[in-house]
């Protein structure tokens, strides 16, 4: 049995609804349908900003002028590029690891090589952090290449950062709405309250360790099931309903068997995803250029009956519903969805990261225990039955 005084712990299994930390950076209002950056709407970024500027606002705590603006994408594309051997890494590994399981480990490598990652100071975790949010489009990029087998394309200098990203990725340059889409993708990313991998990086940072063990960190919770790769399961059902005119019939088989719906639902909002509404508004337009409007008619459709079913118990579409699908109709595997998530996140985990370091103390919470208190007595193994 607990103890009296562990026993007057609150205690709420997975943390939920448990305050562990403040913020000024971003809010999310779950029953009003709102995402915020620092008193922005999301809605309002993506349409008059881009993620540079965005990232400058998650780290800054304010929107940039012009010379400050100039200044921060000068150093983004100052320090992107990757060496040779972290290429090599990226080769080797590509040929028979996961790419989050690469990422996780290419992020950690260069790390390793940086002699600042030694009890650095907040004023080092800034640059290590800079150098992270630079870094995170080529690796990634580099990842998807060497996973499907092709050669590398380098950075251009000319390029924004979703852009070259794209290039990179694609060894094509987007079209206009392509452009806008998959930056506005980075920026509906770039944070979401504690989540896992959120409150990974900042757990890590809190003992003072530096900002490529806290990005580790925020990797490897990403990558498990329940956090990263939703995305990529949601596009999966939408390809097994196939078409517009079967969704009635395996949805509604899916719902009366209480299956899991990926793609639909969130632990926080109770109304419509705000990300999903807006990359609704991509969607037809970019599947139908890319010759994948059928993948958009049956998301529309599978919507469609969810909503008519289950919207009445708070059950709508969330950012992975139709994130997957527009990667995919680019040219995304769904196996680099997830690392792509992680090009749009990086800038809000090294923001938080340092919000928390700056006025820090580490994380110590406690555990409930329920096990015997004992004391119990020691029988020598030859003595046992």
Known sequence: MADAQQ??????????????????IGFVDGNLGRLVYRGFDI?????QSNYEEVSYLLLNGKLPNKEEYSNYVSRLKKLKYLEKDEYDLISKLGKVSHPMSTLRTVVSYIGAKDPRTVEPDVAVQEDLGLELIAKMPTIVAA???????????????????????FYQSLGRKP?????????????LHADHGMNASTFAAMLTISTLSDMYSSATSAISALKGPLHGGANERALSLIQKVGVPENAEKIIGEMIDRKDKIMGFGHRVYKVYDPRAKILKQFAERVTTANKQQVLFKTANKIEEVMISRLGSKGIFPNVDFYSGMLYYSIG?????????????????????????????????PKALYSGE?????????????
């Open 373 to 385: 208190t004992g004391p119990k007595k020691y029988v020598p193994v030859n003595e046992r039955d």
């Open 7 to 24: 026993t007057t712990v609150q205690f709420a299994r997975g943390l939920e609804g448990v305050i562990a930390a403040e913020t000024r």
């Open 332 to 364: 995304f595997n769904p196996d680099i969805f997830t690392p792509i998530f992680a090009v749009g996140r990086i800038s809000g985990w090294v923001a938080r990261a340092l919000e928390y370091v700056r006025d820090n103390k580490i994380f110590r």
């Open 143 to 165: 990842i998807n290449r060497a996973h499907n087998g092709l050669d590398f394309v380098k950075p251009d200098p000319d390029l924004s950062y979703s852009s070259d990203f």
């Open 43 to 47: 809605s309002t970024l993506v349409e």
């Open 175 to 187: 079209s206009t709405i392509e452009a806008k889409m998959l930056d506005t993708a980075l920026i």
